[in-house]
């Protein structure tokens, strides 16, 4: 069968090469017997391709399941999978079938198989390698004739590394591994797969078409979807129920579209949405970033005052960091500190001035500045505080963190 003949039976839309390749091969793959691992992200389309391999094989009339493995809890699993006996554990009041005796014949899909439990995938392993399993509580050994199918949405090499899959299960499982790219790389894709999920919804709620204007399909086209084709499906028939205006802006679309910041994705269309309560590290984060801006800051006030001879001639451009420093910097107040800031003298006969332009004496020993990350933290808090006259959440929101973390802040530092 051709590739278009399979995406009109399937109901798959796009012409991008990656999903072309992805149809070839499990076209190739569906006649045979092989096990196949199905890689891909949440959202891809994953159970698609298994049943487009069930549907195309030998197998097509017999049954077909997919198990989750992901959801069914640790100690049930086997006895899903392969059956009980009656008394095998508490409340096995009778004898159940699993689904490897119920789907004899058939494809059996087991979605998010690295969730699966390493005694479970011994007893998985030996169904692959000679069609035979024992129920729980039995020591009759079963038969079954079933394909196994099997997906997952992270890289099951690194969980054989670290211990958390079989490594000989991995390699009897992935003996045609078929991978199904993500949307972000469909980008030819992803503005036909919007209209027909627009369509779809429009003609099932009965609501006037979805028309994006050309920002807005930019937009559309230029995120990264990483909830994919279903993340996509989704925003379609939010568009279709909510917007009366049925020409969907740039800007209208945005606010259905998650942002990304610092790589959380915010829930979408969140109304009246509080702000981030901030750990502690984020308020550390704030204090280093502000240390390097003003260190940025001086060293180009001093590279200016060694390069004119005088801070006179770029005073205006450094005014602000001036007044800045002078703010931030607490100057010792005793009678045994003294501090002298002189303009330069514009004078060709002042030897003495030119070699030392601003005439800086201090008379007072040397405090090397605390490094302390608590230090900062606090000197941070109680100048935003003092700033605005002891309202914490004027000083929360200045901070960028919740009351609530700026009280418990408090408390912690007896400030």
């Not at 077909?64 to 006895?79: Q, Y």
């Not at 899903?80 to 689904?99: I, N, S």
């Not at 005088?310 to 205006?316: C, E, L, P, R, V």
Request: include cysteine; aromatic fraction near 6%.
């Amino acid at each position: 069968m051709e590739i278009q003949e399979i995406k009109q039976r399937f109901g798959i839309i796009g012409n991008s090469p990656l999903l072309n390749r992805a149809i070839n091969i499990a076209n190739q793959v569906a006649p045979t017997d092989i096990s196949v691992l199905i890689t891909g992200e949440s959202g891809s389309g994953k159970e698609v391709f298994s049943h487009i391999i069930h549907q195309m094989s030998p197998r097509k009339h017999g049954p077909f399941i997919a198990v989750n493995c992901g959801a069914i809890p640790e100690g049930t699993i086997d006895s899903e999978l392969f059956g009980h006996e009656k008394g095998a554990y508490t409340g096995a009041v009778g004898e159940r079938k699993g689904y490897f005796e119920t789907v004899n014949g058939g494809t059996i899909f087991l979605d998010e198989i690295a969730e699966m439990p390493l005694g479970t995938q011994a007893r998985l392993l030996r169904v692959l390698e000679s069609g035979q399993y024992i129920k729980v509580g039995s020591s009759k050994v079963e038969k079954t004739n079933v394909r196994v199918i099997a997906a997952t949405n992270v890289d099951v090499y690194d969980a054989v590394k670290n211990g958390k899959f079989r490594e000989d299960l991995y390699y009897r499982l992935n003996t045609v591994p078929l991978r199904i790219p993500p949307l972000r790389d469909r980008k030819e894709d992803i503005y036909l797969l919007f209209r027909k999920f627009t369509s779809d919804f429009t003609d099932k709620y009965r609501t006037p078409p979805i028309q994006l204007d050309e920002e807005a399909q930019q937009v559309l086209i230029n995120y990264s979807w990483p909830g994919n084709v279903r993340q996509l499906k989704n925003m379609a028939e939010q568009l279709a129920v909510l917007e009366r205006d049925r020409i969907i802006t740039a800007q209208t679309l945005l606010t259905y579209i998650p942002l990304e910041m610092g790589g959380r994705n915010l829930p979408m269309r969140v109304e009246n949405q509080q702000k981030e309560d901030f750990s502690e590290r984020d308020i550390l984060y704030k204090v280093l970033f502000d240390m390097k801006r003003d260190m940025v800051e001086l060293k180009k006030l001093v590279a200016d005052i060694i390069e004119h001879g005088g801070i006179s001639i770029n005073h205006a451009n450094h005014s602000q960091t001036i007044n800045q420093l002078y703010r931030d910097i607490e100057l010792p107040n005793g009678p045994e500190a003294q501090f002298t800031l002189q303009q330069p003298v514009n004078s060709n006969n002042n030897n003495s001035n030119n070699a030392n332009p601003y005439n800086i004496t201090q008379d007072a020993e040397e405090v090397e500045e605390s490094l302390s990350l608590i230090d900062k933290e606090s000197d941070l808090i109680r100048k935003a505080l003092k700033k605005h006259k002891g309202k914490r959440k004027l000083a929360a929101n200045e901070l960028g963190i919740s009351e609530r973390t700026l009280y418990r802040k408090i408390k912690e530092l007896n400030l």
